[in-house]
Each structure stands twice: as structure tokens, then as C-alpha cells.
């Protein structure tokens, strides 16, 4: 139904949690959609169209896609009846789940954890839209030098300074290589590093083709990981308030309560205060001056919208996006050969450098048969 590039650009999911197992196939970061057309969820069997999962997908691939892309995902849940309301909708498009926290957590944690055992795996769609670049439509079938037929013999005389031309191939042949690596590594997942071209892109050479890589974005998504592998071992530094600020939620507070040590753990230090009300005391360090109460605000409405809330963590995850892009190699920069190929190696090593911090391709893969086709050789 999705088609031969879904396919091969799926990622096979088998996930369980407390009672619900989780089957099916969700598309590589770079296979992403303009809209949610290829977005398809079952529970038990039963197609629906449920805006916690929904919310959820859409959650389990935030760090990878930008505001205006969309996940390609088909997904089965199946669990004991019992655990799923399916009347709440008079089409039964939606269901409720007794308890809709682990359903979110199976598709986050399940998604996320493909996604991580892809490493630096990229869509073999963007190789396609690379390769139709290249080519032109032609009215008329090409005829290449070789398959016309010769009116005359060839005579080198007929060419004026040929014997000049090539001297100066010997002599270029003849010069050693700027990039000189050895070919062993070549059998390597992204190759060994032969030069790099308008101080911007890395070209490397494979077994059985080439990758062209781009430098900046593939570096900053090298930084932008191990900032947040630094993050998640060493906590958010929260800053106090000199004056707390007080936010009057009325019935929602105790929502909100009810998460005060995962937003603590995020940096947000939030107490109860009174009947309705919320204290809140500290405030993420890496977010600076910080409005309080919008920032709460905007959690509770993703809370009532899709059971849970990515708003903190979404803005941290912002700030470390741009404190990546900032720290990472810049474009118009000359890289030594030992700088490309270790760039090349910490990609094959870290997960999710296949794309950039908003779901663009970091490198572009081209088989050698596919180049050969663009030359008329196959």
C-alpha cells in the first residue's frame, strides 16, 4: 500500500509494555512526509485515528524532523480488551486506554530504540533524488563516440597538440595524492575519505560506490548527541528564583504535581501552594530569563492534548541544537585528511548521524552501478 520506498526504508518494530505488544514498520528520519497521509495505527485489528497516538509518533521523533515533517509509520497494537475502551467515539476512531501513559511510553520507547539500532543509516530515496538531479531528459536516444560508425582512420597528425595533451596526463598521473589513506578502510559502512570539495563536502570512496558528506551538517549532529548524552548523565542544572512565582491553575495543579519529579529532573522545581495554585521555584539554567508561567501553561495544554508533555524537554533540546550548530565544524573550512576520515568514523559510531538536528540527509550514498548507468555504461 506504501509503497516500494517505504519498504525499503522501514525499520521493523517489536516492542512490548505491561500487557501491550507493539508490531509493524516506521520510516527512517530522512524518508519523512510533507503530512500525516502515511500514518496508520490499529489497536486490536481496529484502525483509528487517536491523537494520543498520534501524539505520541509525533513525540518519538521529535529530535529528528522539524515543525512541517511528518513520521511514515504503520503500527498494531494488541493487548487484552480489557485494557481499551473502543466506544469512546461514535465511528470508533478513538479508543481510550486504562492506563494511556504506557501506551504512549510503548510507541515513544519502541520507536526511539529503532531508530538508535539504525545508527547512521540514511533513506535510500535521497541516493534516488541525487541520481534524477544528474540526469536530463533527452529527446533523442544518446549516441556516445563509441558506437558511431568511423567515416575515416584515425590520425593522431589530424590533432594538432595531442602528443602535448598527453604529457601533461603522465605528469598528473604521476602526482601524489593530497588525501592518501589507507584501503583497508575503504570496506568500511561510509569509506575512506579521497577529498573534500568547495571546503564544504567530504567525498569518500566504498567498496561499491562513493559518499558525499556534508561536513557541517554531519559534525553538528555529532555535537548535538553528545551534548545530550552529557545532559542525561549529568542532570539539568536548574537556577533558582529570588521570588518564586506563583501560577494559579485551579483543578489542573494537581495535574501538573503529579509530574513534579520528571520536571524536576528536567530542571523545573514546581510545589504546591495553596488550593489551585503552584509555586515555582527553580527554572532550567540553560533556558536563561524564562517566562514561568507560560512555560507551565504550555505543558498543561500538551498534557490535556496528548496525555503527556514534551514542551520542557523540547526547548532544552532546542537550546542544545543551537549550541550545537554553533560549536560544529563550519562550512568554508579545510579538513586534513585524518580530520575527514575521523569525522567519517565517529558517524559510523554514533546514532542518528545519518540525518541532521531537522531531519535533512548528512550524506548522500551513490552505488558504483548507478554511477555507471549516468556514464552510459550499463
Known amino acids: 500500500v506504501l509503497g516500494r520506498d517505504f519498504s525499503e526504508n ?3 518494530i517489536d516492542a512490548e509494555r505491561e500487557g501491550l505488544h507493539m508490531t509493524g514498520s516506521a520510516a527512517l528520519p530522512t ?3 510533507g503530512s500525516t497521509v502515511q500514518q496508520f495505527m490499529f489497536v486490536n485489528g481496529r484502525p483509528v485515528r487517536d491523537k494520543m497516538l498520534i501524539g505520541a509518533l509525533r513525540g518519538a521523533y ?19 480488551p480489557h485494557l481499551v475502551d473502543v466506544n469512546v467515539h461514535p465511528a470508533k476512531s478513538e479508543v481510550r486506554f486504562r492506563d494511556p501513559g504506557v501506551a504512549r511510553g510503548l510507541i515513544v ?22 541520481l534524477g538531479a544528474f540526469q536530463t531528459p533527452s529527446v533523442e536516444p544518446r549516441v556516445y563516440q563509441m558506437d558511431r560508425r568511423p567515416n575515416q582512420t584515425f590520425s593522431p597528425q589530424t590533432q594538432p597538440g595531442f602528443s602535448d595533451t598527453d604529457q601533461s596526463f ?57 551534548l545530550k548524552s552529557q545532559m542525561a548523565k549529568n542532570g539539568v542544572a536548574s537556577q533558582a528564583l529570588l521570588v518564586p512565582e506563583i501560577v ?8 501538573l504535581l503529579d509530574l513534579s ?61 543551537r549550541v550545537a550548530c554553533h560549536g560544529s565544524i563550519r562550512s568554508g573550512r579545510q579538513m586534513r585528511s585524518e580530520e575527514m576520515n575521523a569525522l567519517l568514523r565517529a558517524m559510523e559510531a554514533t546514532p542518528h548521524s545519518g540525518q541532521c538536528n531537522h531531519g535533512r540527509p548528512t550524506y548522500v550514498e551513490l552505488k558504483l552501478a548507478d554511477i555507471e548507468r549516468l556514464f552510459g555504461r550499463r
Do not use: W
Open 170 to 226: 603522465e605528469a598528473f598521473s604521476s602526482r601524489q595524492s593530497d588525501v592518501d589513506v589507507p584501503a583497508e578502510i575503504e570496506h568500511l559502512p561510509l569509506g575512506a575519505a579521497r577529498a573534500q570539495i568547495h571546503e564544504n563536502y567530504v567525498i569518500a570512496q566504498t567498496e561499491d560506490g562513493l559518499v558525499i558528506v556534508d561536513q557541517h551538517a554531519a559534525h553538528e549532529r555529532l555535537v548535538y548527541e553528545k
Open 10 to 12: 522501514a525499520l521493523a
Open 261 to 321: 519529579d520528571e520536571l524536576a529532573r528536567l530542571g523545573l522545581g514546581i510545589e504546591p501552594f495553596g488550593q489551585g495554585a503552584i509555586a515555582v521555584r527553580e527554572t532550567p539554567a540553560i533556558l536563561g530569563s524564562v517566562n514561568a508561567e507560560a512555560l507551565i501553561r504550555d505543558i498543561l495544554d500538551e498534557l490535556q492534548d496528548v496525555g503527556d508533555s514534551t514542551v520542557l524537554k523540547s526547548r532544552l533540546d532546542a537550546i542544545l541544537s
Open 62 to 80: 521529535m529530535d529528528f524532523l522539524s515543525r512541517d515533517r511528518h513520521p511514515a509509520a504503520v503500527l498494531f497494537i494488541d493487548c487484552d
Open 31 to 33: 524518508y519523512s512526509r
Open 248 to 255: 494559579e491553575l485551579g483543578l489542573d495543579a494537581s495535574r
Open 109 to 130: 520507547s519502541g520507536l526511539r530504540h529503532a531508530l538508535a539500532d539504525a545508527g547512521h543509516r540514511a533513506s535510500t530515496t535521497v541516493a534516488g533524488e541525487t
